[in-house]
Each structure stands twice: as structure tokens, then as C-alpha cells.
């Protein structure tokens, strides 16, 4: 990856700095699309702060040629900073602990967060640190004020931390999900260039958090805001995805994927996650699979249950990607589409290929309604239902209700 080349052979257009303000952040937030925007971080973090900077991101990064651009961006500032790297994929409470012994021990001035969904979550958590009480804040989800200001810089193209007021930890070997405005960022700085680093299975299983997002955003809460969202968001996926896993440095394919990252944040904020984050939950503690891979392979199949009730998604989305719209057998095959396109990213098909069996549906299906039971799905579901589905993701047959 080549990233100022990139920057520097993008179309004016992509290089258009988009800036808009975050409901729920300070008057001065905002968030910052445009290839290149990366480079504004050293200028952004000298008007928040003159003390010693908290940089939280991923070894892979610091193993590539970002780490010097980044170290150069902020020392054109004269800014100082300790970098922390060891953030692992799923981070643990005991993650956030270390994190709390270095708030308390240095005195910093605002906290950024570079890299992928975990990083940023981690990120989010350590702005609320520095007192002494960090850990316990985790532990009984008390994130009511941040105490440093935080940017947050995503270097995937799907799970839309960067602008979420989210974080997820696992506890206990389950996950646990904190809502709050103050875990919003002061400042979001998306530069799709950042993405291209990816390679071709983590681009694809971003994407389809993305889609995820989006869809179930709509389904959870079916405005026409949320819809002309998740339509848009699915269709820069159906689009641009499989250009950008053969070929990570197309720049036009990384600029609208991340477009369609943050629209299907925007999104799922409204309505909020559905059986297909939460069957992607159980996978990813039980087998530790990529978040996105958990989502993509549930998504066509939680649609498929919900398929009396999300017609109107399902015709706007034959409409817009496909050209159909309007049957039965056109909405199914929206839904089979969404499948294909999980399939030919050369994801695992099946919850047999993941290495379970038969006899796990009925300890997942308890696990799904007893832990992750989503009472916004615009169709409820029973426990012989939630068996029923898992037994059809064991053997990759779609099962319509």
C-alpha cells in the first residue's frame, strides 16, 4: 500500500473534504470524509490540546508504512505521545485494565483511536479514564462524561465505531454492550486510504457488518430515513465489494465502501442490532470468527424469518440493486442475492463447515433468547423457531417462515 500515492492519484471528488456534526457530541464535533484526511489529525489534536497525546491502535499498523506517515503528521505538530498497540481482536475487561493503569499514572490531553472496531472501542472506554475509576466504569457501565477529548480514525470499512455511541467488551465469555453519547467522538476522521491495507477476507467481512448494520436498522425501525439508508448502503456493498477484494488499492471502491460503513451506522443508531448480530455474538465467543463473517453467514437467514414483515425493504432493495422488485419469489431472491454474495467472498457456507454440529442448534437457540433475545425484530421468535433456523444455517438451506 502505497498511501500518499493514493492520496495523491485520487479524483478531485473523493478528495472533497465531507464535514458534518455528530448528534449527541460537543458543539465543537464533527466527523471528516474525504481521502487524505488523515493528514488533518496532527492540526485537529493541536486545537483540542497541548499535553502529551494517548495513541491506542493495532500492531498491524505499526508493522506497515503508516506508522511512519502517522508519527510524521503528528510531529509536524510538535505533539507528544505514547503509543499503545497490543490491543487484541475481541478485547477482555483486563484489556481495559492495563489501559487504566497508564491513565492514572501519565497526565494526557486526548485520546486517539486508530484502527479497526476493537481499537476504537478500547479508544472510546480510555477517555473516560485518568482517575482511578476507569475499570469500574467498565465493569457497571457507567460512561456518563468523557474526561479527554477522542478522534477516532477507522482503517476498516464496516463496523462504524468511529461513529457510534457503542463499545463492546466480552466479560465472562459474553459480550457486553455499552450505549452512551459521551462514548460518541469528539472528532471522527474517516479517510477511506486507510482501508486499502485490508486484504480481500477482512475487506469482505467488513463489508458485511456494514450491510448488516444497515438492514437491521431498517427491519428494527422501518422509517423512510432508516430505508433509504439501508437500501444505499446495501447497494454501494453489492457494487463495490467484490472489486475491492480483487483489487485493494482501487480507490473508488474503497471511498464508497466506507460511505457505505457509515451510512449503515447511521442507520442501525436508529434502530439498533437484530438475531443476525446476535447469532454473530455466539460465534464469535464460541469459535473466536471475524464479526463480520458471524453476520454475513446469519444475515440472509434472520431475513428469511423476517420476510412477512419486511416486504417494503425487500422491494426497494430488488429495485435498487437488481432491477426486480414486487413478487414473492423476487423478494426471496433478494435475500438468496445477499447469500451469494457471502458465498462468493469464500466465507464459510455453513455452521458444519465452522466445525458444529447438528446437536449445538438447541444450545444456541437457548443461548440466542436467553442472552441476546432482540425485542425490536419486527417478528418475534419462539425457541423451537430459533432451533429451526440454526439447523438450517447447519446445513445451508434457507428456511422461509
Known amino acids: 500500500m502505497n498511501y500518499m500515492g493514493m492520496v495523491a492519484n485520487s479524483p478531485v471528488a473523493l478528495k472533497k473534504p465531507l464535514v458534518w456534526q455528530m448528534p449527541g457530541t460537543s458543539r465543537d464535533g464533527k466527523t471528516v470524509f474525504y481521502n487524505g484526511s488523515m493528514c488533518s489529525l496532527g ?61 492514572d499514572t501519565s497526565e494526557y490531553g486526548a485520546v486517539v483511536g486508530i484502527g479497526g472496531g476493537s481499537v476504537m ?59 452512551s453519547s ?25 463489508a458485511f457488518d456494514a450491510m448488516t448494520h444497515a438492514l437491521e436498522g431498517n427491519m428494527a425501525c422501518p422509517v423512510p430515513y432508516t430505508e433509504c439508508l439501508a437500501v444505499e448502503s446495501a447497494a454501494l456493498v453489492f457494487q463495490f465489494l467484490p472489486i475491492a477484494v480483487k483489487d485493494g488499492s482501487d480507490i473508488e471502491a474503497r471511498y464508497y465502501l466506507s460511505m457505505a460503513s457509515v451510512m449503515g451506522m447511521l442507520s442501525y443508531v436508529m434502530g439498533g442490532g437484530l438475531y443476525a448480530h446476535s447469532i454473530s455474538y455466539i460465534l464469535t465467543t464460541e469459535k473466536q470468527q471475524p464479526h463480520g463473517v458471524g453476520c454475513g453467514l446469519a444475515l440472509p437467514f434472520t431475513m428469511a424469518f423476517n420476510e412477512v414483515y419486511i416486504g417494503a425493504l425487500l422491494d426497494r432493495l430488488g429495485s435498487r440493486c437488481f432491477g426486480r422488485d414486487g413478487t414473492k419469489e423476487l423478494r426471496r431472491r433478494v435475500i438468496e442475492n445477499i447469500r451469494e454474495l457471502y458465498i462468493q467472498s469464500g466465507f464459510p457456507e455453513t455452521l458444519e463447515t465452522l466445525g458444529y454440529t447438528m446437536s449445538d442448534s438447541g444450545s444456541f437457540a437457548a443461548n440466542l433468547l436467553g442472552n441476546y433475545e432482540r425485542i425490536k425484530n419486527p417478528r418475534k421468535m419462539h425457541e423451537d423457531e430459533a432451533k429451526l433456523l440454526f439447523e438450517s444455517m447447519f446445513v445451508g438451506q434457507m428456511q422461509y417462515f
Open 43 to 103: 492540526q485537529e489534536l493541536k486545537k483540542l490540546t497541548d499535553k502529551k497525546i494517548l495513541l491506542i491502535t493495532g500492531k498491524h499498523l505499526l508493522l506497515s508504512e503508516m506508522k511512519e506517515i502517522l508519527y510524521q503528521v503528528l510531529d509536524r505538530e510538535n505533539l507528544s505521545y505514547d503509543v499503545i498497540s497490543d490491543i487484541p481482536p475481541e478485547p477482555h475487561l483486563d484489556t481495559v485494565e492495563k489501559i487504566a493503569v497508564l491513565m
Open 182 to 206: 459521551e462514548l460518541l467522538p469528539t472528532i471522527a476522521i474517516i479517510d477511506p486510504v486507510l482501508a486499502a491495507a485490508m486484504p480481500g477476507n477482512v475487506t469482505a467481512a467488513t
Open 121 to 179: 472501542d478500547i479508544a472510546k472506554i480510555a477517555a473516560h479514564g485518568g482517575d482511578g475509576k476507569l475499570l469500574d466504569r467498565a465493569a457497571n457501565d457507567r460512561f456518563t462524561q468523557k474526561r479527554f477529548p477522542l478522534v477516532l480514525l477507522p482503517t476498516t470499512s464496516g463496523t462504524g465505531s468511529e461513529i457510534s455511541p457503542y463499545a463492546v467488551l466480552t466479560v465472562n465469555d459474553k459480550k457486553k454492550f455499552y450505549t
